[in-house]
């Protein structure tokens, strides 16, 4: 099937909102994604139609609810590849995927003295819950160097392994610098150590496809929101032997396998990780997205994506008075700039007066900002609906904000 995102565009109703007065320019993809139909329609549906609690009801709507549930699990078990279903936990997102593998993991592996190893561009969500657990257990949080082009020091990164390190969580790809991480070659090489991988697949899953036998990572973290889904679900995939050496979570329902006051025994996987009643609507939300993604053709998406990044670098690069953050050789569609010493949040606030959206500041990335001394950046990113068209009214519009700041 043909990719054309002018057609793809009208599967999104909110693509045609206008902004001050100007069709909607969205470049902030990076941040959340926007929702085809089809997943709009999936969450009325759920609502209309089969609201229920699940796992828990005798009765249809309950058992539907359930089957939809598993349903949807083992359909993000086959676009990840998982060898089984109960391998895919959902959680709310990324950040809390990460949490619980940061509290639940080093509950039963972190001793005092050892050491986590993560990396110089890691988000937020992947450094403090790995300080928090290196704080609790008197853990040593190490990190991997980047070069300036906003790669990662990989000579480093192999002398930083050694045998304290008990875990190495680093992200697939930066959501600040767009870099892609080689992270089959990292997972190899932690794995000749024997130390488990977790990889933070928040900027991956919506650009590229996602084999996490073929990575052969431990875990893999990921949200619904930046793949074309709703917000408030994710998932955390985790090899089997792990999770179940794993110590629970969050206590509650549907977590146990029985309770008393003396003492609680646990559900099996993937239970045992999903206390409460879980955001059922919006995994189905999430797996409708999966089908969205699966029938736009993830290889027609990455193909659009890596044109208009090569367009819109071509088109920045003309620009007097740009300077790049994050260069790397393998990148994803993520450009970070700072424009002629305007600071990032007044050429993100002119920019929305004419229609464009896009982020600006420190991008939950701190630590990036402190290593190139900078405030924070201008970062516009990618979906499968942006056009040249829209670049080129962001050209247009950063001209005037050279006019007025310049
Ligand atoms: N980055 C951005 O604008 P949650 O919020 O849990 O869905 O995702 C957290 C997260 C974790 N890792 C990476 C690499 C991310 O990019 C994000 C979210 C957004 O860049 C919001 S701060």
Redesign the pocket.
Do not use: L
């Given at each position: 099937m043909s990719f054309d995102p002018d057609i793809l565009r009208k599967q999104f109703p909110i693509l045609s909102t206008e902004v001050n007065k100007r069709p909607l320019v969205y470049l902030d993809n990076?941040?959340t994604t926007q929702k085809p139909r089809v997943v709009l329609d999936r969450l009325v549906r759920y609502y209309e139609n089969e609201n229920s609690n699940i796992h828990r009801g005798a009765h249809f709507l309950s058992s539907q609810a359930t089957e939809a549930y598993e349903n949807a699990r083992k359909t993000i078990q086959h676009h990840i590849n998982a060898r089984y279903a109960h391998e895919v936990i959902f959680t709310r997102?990324?950040?809390e995927a990460i949490n619980l593998v940061a509290a639940s993991f080093s509950q039963k592996y972190l001793k005092s003295g050892d050491e986590i190893l993560i990396s110089a561009m890691e988000?937020h969500?992947?450094i403090v819950p790995w300080q928090m657990a290196c704080e609790r257990h008197q853990a040593k949080l190490r990190v991997i160097p980047m070069r300036e082009d906003g790669t990662l020091d990989m000579d480093t990164f192999e002398k930083l392994l050694n045998k304290h390190t008990k875990l190495v969580a680093l992200?697939h790809i930066s959501?600040a610098l767009g870099t892609i991480n080689p992270v089959k070659k990292i997972i190899e090489t932690a794995h000749h150590e024997n130390i488990p991988v977790l990889i933070?697949g928040?900027?991956a899953t919506p650009h590229m496809a996602v084999d996490v036998q073929d990575l052969d990572c431990d875990f893999y973290c990921f949200?619904g929101?930046?793949m074309y889904g709703p917000m408030g679900v994710?998932v955390l995939y985790g090899k089997e032997e792990l999770l179940n050496e794993m110590p629970p979570w969050q206590g509650g329902g549907e977590m146990i396998s029985s309770v008393s006051f003396t003492k609680t025994t646990y559900n099996e996987l993937p239970f045992k990780f999903e206390a409460g009643t879980p955001n059922v609507a919006d995994v189905l939300g999430m797996e409708s997205a999966i089908l969205f993604l699966s029938e736009t053709g993830i290889e027609n998406i990455a193909a659009h994506e890596k044109e208009l990044l090569r367009y819109a670098l071509d088109r920045l690069k003309q620009v007097d008075n740009i300077r790049f953050i994050g260069e790397a050789p393998e990148r994803s569609a993520v450009v970070s700039f700072l424009f002629n010493d305007i600071h990032p949040y007044d050429t993100g606030t002119v920019l929305d007066k004419l229609g464009i959206a896009l982020?600006t500041g420190h991008?939950?990335a701190q630590p990036i900002m402190t290593h190139f001394n900078i405030p924070g950046t201008v970062r516009i990113s990618f979906a499968a609906y942006n056009t040249k068209q829209e670049i080129d009214i962001l050209m247009n519009g950063l001209s005037t904000v050279r006019d007025m700041f310049g």
């Open positions: 990076a941040a997102g990324t950040t988000h969500a992947n992200t959501n933070d928040a900027q949200s929101h930046k994710g982020r991008h939950c």
